[in-house]
């Protein structure tokens, strides 16, 4: 059985391409794909696993790792906001 489907974040690229990113467990799938004139046509597809990517890029810049863990503290207190609910 397959995994939850979940909607992929989609950007539309030049000569009516899209590109289809969807993020599950520990993989980022990559899709590209091509609007015809008998509807969409994939033309590639990329699985990455994540803790590979992100050893890819801190191994390039690893002043990025700050920035990541200052963005996982702000998503981390908003779902702490978020669980607790109003007042």
Same mark, same amino acid.
Request: with cysteine.
């Given at each position: 059985?397959?995994?939850?489907?979940?909607?992929?974040?989609?950007?539309?690229?030049?000569?009516? $391409?899209? *590109?289809?990113?969807?993020?599950?467990?520990?993989? *980022?799938?990559? $899709?590209?794909?091509?609007?015809?004139? $008998?509807?969409?046509?994939?033309i590639d597809?990329?699985?990455?696993?994540?803790?590979?990517?992100l050893f890819?890029?801190?191994?390039?810049?690893?002043?990025?790792?700050?920035?990541?863990?200052? *963005?996982?503290e702000k998503?981390?207190?908003?779902?702490?906001?978020?669980?607790?609910?109003?007042?």
């Amino acid at each position: 059985m397959s995994e939850k489907s979940e909607k992929p974040v989609t950007i539309r690229g030049e000569n009516k $391409t899209i *590109l289809s990113i969807f993020i599950s467990s520990n993989k *980022l799938t990559l $899709t590209v794909s091509r609007k015809g004139e $008998t509807g969409f046509e994939r033309i590639d597809r990329y699985i990455i696993p994540l803790d590979y990517l992100l050893f890819k890029i801190f191994e390039k810049n690893i002043e990025a790792l700050s920035t990541v863990c200052e *963005l996982a503290e702000k998503v981390e207190r908003k779902e702490i906001i978020e669980e607790a609910g109003p007042e």
